[in-house]
């Protein structure tokens, strides 16, 4: 019998998950339909009850369910509870499993991408909300060396410090104006917030004056595929790493905690291009 997966968020319509995912079932030779359902914050408990009798073999989450699903599910795995947040769900025999890919697919891209041994490095995070938590804790697992991270409201910073120092790795907060006149102190800039998304494509997060040459600019955003931050760190002698390996990545990890397969990640970063566009 085919196999129903399934996409939970509010709203979904521009999602391109199941263009990515029916395509790996297919490919793969799974008889398996993934399908985009638009679950209001309210409904999202009687969403979750319907994985269970409607026998749906697995879920992604996005936005704003993240968090909130956890209330739900029978066993969230120990990255997922670090992280606070679960983008994928399994049906283990009734059984509904919480896991995060995204950070872990975030620290798999950046490696591959970038080519670089990122143990050594000195890393800066622009933000501290959700996608921030997800790197970071990625990265905190991959092992670093340092950490700064700086947000517009610093108070929330504070509980990213704290997981931090759960690994014994150092970090330490900065305003934005002391991250721009330190700025050749780092190596790799992960932004993690929405600035610079589309349609705001001529925003940026912060300032690259001070920029080290050769230091490795990274932005979670995909669309646009270039951000104006990524095309000032290009203009001043740095290397650009996108989001559409992160995007790719988490759901290629989503798809092999369902079937066990790992698939064809260049299949996938294809379609994502294409549809772009
Ligand atoms: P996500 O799950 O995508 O991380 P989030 O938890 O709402 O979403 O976090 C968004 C992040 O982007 C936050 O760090 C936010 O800064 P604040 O904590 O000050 O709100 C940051 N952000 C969003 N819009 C911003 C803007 N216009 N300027 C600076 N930072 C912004």
Not at 56 to 84: Q, R, S
Not at 121 to 145: M, P, S, Y
Request: hydrophobic content about 40%; charged content about 20%.
């Amino acid at each position: 019998m085919e196999k129903v997966y399934g996409l939970l968020g509010h709203p979904i319509g521009h999602s391109m998950s199941p263009l990515i995912h029916n395509d790996a079932f297919l490919n793969v030779g799974i008889k398996a339909n993934y399908q985009a359902f638009d679950v209001e914050p309210q409904m999202l408990g009687n969403a979750i009850k319907g994985i269970k009798a409607l026998g749906i073999a697995g879920c992604n989450v996005t936005v704003p369910h993240k968090i909130a699903v956890m209330n739900f599910l029978d066993e969230v795995d120990e990255e997922a509870k670090l992280i606070g947040a679960v983008n994928t769900i399994v049906n283990q025999n009734g059984k509904l499993i919480g896991h995060n890919t995204d950070g872990r697919g975030y620290v798999q891209s950046l490696i591959e991408e970038t080519n670089e041994e990122i143990i050594n490095k000195r890393f800066l995070i622009i933000g501290a909300g959700g996608a921030a938590r997800g790197v970071i804790t990625a990265l905190l697992r991959h092992g670093i060396e340092e950490l700064t991270i700086t947000n517009r409201t610093q108070d929330k910073i504070e509980p990213l410090l704290e997981l931090a120092n759960l690994f014994q790795t150092p970090a330490s907060r900065a305003t934005r104006e002391e991250v721009e006149r330190n700025l050749d102190g780092f190596d790799v800039l992960i932004n993690t917030t929405s600035v610079g998304m589309s349609p705001r494509i001529e925003d940026s997060p912060l300032s690259l004056n001070n920029l080290r040459a050769g230091a490795i600019a990274s932005d979670l955003i995909y669309n646009p595929l270039k951000t104006k931050f990524l095309k000032e760190a290009e203009e001043r002698g740095g290397t650009s790493h996108t989001g559409i390996g992160m995007f790719v990545n988490q759901a290629a990890l989503s798809f092999e905690h369902w079937t066990g397969i790992k698939p064809d990640h260049q299949r996938m970063r294809k379609l994502v291009l294409d549809k772009l566009g």
